[in-house]
T-cell receptor, first 113, second 114 residues
Framework: DVKVTQSSRYLVKRTGEKVFLECVQDMDHENMFWYRQDPGLGLRLIYFSYDVKMKEKGDIPEGYSVSREKKERFSLILESASTNQTSMYLC????????????FGPGTRLTVT | AQTVTQSQPEMSVQEAETVTLSCTYDTSESDYYLFWYKQPPSRQMILVIRQEAYKQQNATENRFSVNFQKAAKSFSLKISDSQLGDAAMYFCASTISGNTPLVFGKGTRLSVIA
């Protein structure tokens, strides 16, 4: 089975801290994605990556950056966490080519106080 | 740009009954793909069903089926013989290729009443 794991299920950070959210997939997928999920807003795309060291901005990249040094790992970085970044963060991966489903991780619920 | 709209924030259904969740989308592309994802409480998002726009036949997966109306840009999900385990958030999503991100609707929370 495809497995996408995220480093933490719950995380509490203080305003201004630098925050790292890690995502690892074990199926050699080329594509990886970071979404933010908020009630009433659905899933919004923050960043995605088609390959190692490649990244593309999604719909809401402000305040975030990403890193993909290895194919299986895609990190989301909050440079200076703010309270409006309190949210559920979902990572997903998919193979390239044909339109296969995206496989999601369990999510990280981040609270910034 | 693609958009996906789910107009029902919440729905409920009696166990063993049938429920239909609505989804409309907008795209200027002729080839695209549509999905329904399920997110159970505190559990991972999983794919329920997918539909390729070029296929006229509606997709079916066991108790789950879709009503794909291409001209109306409608893609509803029907759940038959609803079970308690069907209670979840359901997201409709769309993409135009395997290398482009999914565009999600805002979700419908489905409750199943015993």
């Amino acid at each position: 089975d495809v497995k996408v794991t995220q480093s933490s299920r719950y995380l509490v950070k203080r305003t201004g801290e630098k925050v790292f959210l890690e995502c690892v997939q074990d199926m050699d997928h080329e594509n990886m994605f970071w979404y933010r999920q908020d009630p009433g807003l659905g899933l919004r795309l923050i960043y995605f990556s088609y390959d190692v060291k490649m990244k593309e901005k999604g719909d809401i990249p402000e305040g975030y950056s990403v890193s993909r040094e290895k194919k299986e790992r895609f990190s989301l970085i909050l440079e200076s966490a703010s309270t409006n970044q309190t949210s559920m963060y979902l990572c997903a991966s998919s193979p390239t080519g044909a339109v296969y489903e995206q496989y999601f991780g369990p999510g990280t619920r981040l609270t910034v106080t | 740009a693609q958009t996906v709209t789910q107009s029902q924030p919440e729905m409920s259904v009696q166990e063993a009954e049938t429920v239909t969740l609505s989804c409309t989308y907008d795209t200027s592309e002729s080839d695209y793909y549509l999905f329904w994802y399920k997110q159970p409480p505190s559990r991972q998002m999983i794919l329920v069903i997918r539909q390729e726009a070029y296929k006229q036949q509606n997709a079916t997966e066991n108790r789950f089926s879709v009503n794909f109306q291409k001209a109306a840009k409608s893609f509803s999900l029907k759940i038959s013989d609803s079970q308690l385990g069907d209670a979840a958030m359901y997201f409709c999503a769309s993409t135009i290729s395997g290398n482009t991100p999914l565009v999600f609707g805002k979700g419908t929370r489905l409750s199943v009443i015993a």
